[in-house]
């Protein structure tokens, strides 16, 4: 499953999960989901969760409707290693919505 989106682990929770499983399966479609852990160059970290499509255009509609970053394994996860991080370039900034998906109130502290 080539094809992988990353959310931000906080907007895969609560309402967020039942809308992205409401529109993977009003579509039909499928994905597996993985986590990946972000290190940005000012040493923060954050937990993604991977949604992945066998499918390019699957995982098209499912960025262009949900939002997200596609992620490429063999690019991002340092040299395609199964536990490596994905270093992410610039400074982090938390991502607290994101198309029609928000972090729940009790996770935004």
């Not at 992205?20 to 972000?38: D, K, N, P, Q, Y």
């Not at 290693?81 to 996770?107: F, H, K, N």
Request: with cysteine.
């Amino acid at each position: 499953m080539p094809h992988q989106v990353a959310l931000p682990d906080d907007l895969c929770t609560d309402r967020n999960h039942t809308l992205i499983t409401r529109f993977l399966g009003e579509r039909g479609m499928s994905c597996r989901m993985r986590a990946v852990i972000a290190v940005w160059e000012d040493g923060r970290q954050e937990q993604l969760r991977l949604h992945c499509f066998a499918d390019r255009e699957a995982a098209a509609a499912f960025l262009d409707h949900l939002g997200g970053i596609m992620f490429d394994p063999k690019r991002d996860r340092e040299n395609g290693r199964a536990r490596g991080v994905w270093r992410r370039q610039g400074s982090y900034e938390r991502i607290l919505e994101l198309g029609p998906l928000s972090v729940p109130e009790g996770l935004r502290s």
